[in-house]
């Protein structure tokens, strides 16, 4: 059975129009991305810099070592 077909608003079609003109990018920076791990809680840092080696060794998705 096919359903029926809906006539949208204008307010709706507008709002459509100005979604279709943004761009798509990347979010805005909140800070967090720069923090050194240094500024961060020791254990923290130990398991971020555990997991730069680790992720600088790995080859191919989803390999597990």
Do not use: F
Not at 35 to 63: H, K, T
Request: charged share 45%.
């Amino acid at each position: 059975m096919e359903k029926p077909r809906t006539r949208p608003s204008g307010a709706t079609r507008a709002e459509e129009d100005r979604d279709a003109r943004i761009h798509a990018g990347a979010d805005t920076n909140t800070g967090d991305e720069e923090r050194a791990p240094e500024d961060l809680d020791p254990d923290v840092a130990e398991n971020y810099e555990d997991m730069i080696e680790r992720g600088a060794d790995q080859r191919g998705e989803g390999r597990i070592p």
